[in-house]
Nanobody, 120 residues
Framework: QVQVVESGGGLVQPGGSLRLSCTTS????????MGWYRQAPGKQREFVAV?????NYADSVKGRFTMSRDNAKRTVYLQMNSLKPEDTAVYYC????????????????WGQGTQVTVSS
């Protein structure tokens, strides 16, 4: 069973910082990429950042957010600096990989999300 668990959300003032974490359990999954997405109230879920063979960011967060990865811990982090009210959303972690089932079955898993609120 593969589980994806995010943590680190909260309430922060504009200009502040938060660090999100996402950990994957389940040794049968060979991870290819881990990414962050967010969904604000009344809006569609949008891409934030992804770490695979390289790390890429949405234009809206470039220069403010930094994604790092600890492969041994199967964990990724999203350091968010200079936060703005428009960064308020539920942040979701997505993990894409291949199951160790002898068939090379590809899978995508989502966490339950963590709320980030930027407000004074």
């Amino acid at each position: 069973q593969v589980q994806v668990v995010e943590s680190g959300g909260g309430l922060v003032q504009p200009g502040g910082s938060l660090r999100l974490s996402c950990t994957t359990s389940g040794s049968r999954l060979s991870i290819n990429a881990m990414g962050w997405y967010r969904q604000a109230p009344g809006k569609q879920r949008e891409f934030v950042a992804v770490s695979g063979s390289s790390t890429n960011y949405a234009d809206s967060v470039k220069g403010r957010f930094t994604m790092s990865r600890d492969n041994a811990k199967r964990t990724v982090y999203l350091q968010m600096n200079s936060l703005k009210p428009e960064d308020t959303a539920v942040y979701y972690c997505n993990v894409v990989g291949v199951l160790d089932d002898g068939l090379g079955t590809g899978r995508s898993y989502w966490g339950q999300g963590t709320q980030v609120t930027v407000s004074s």
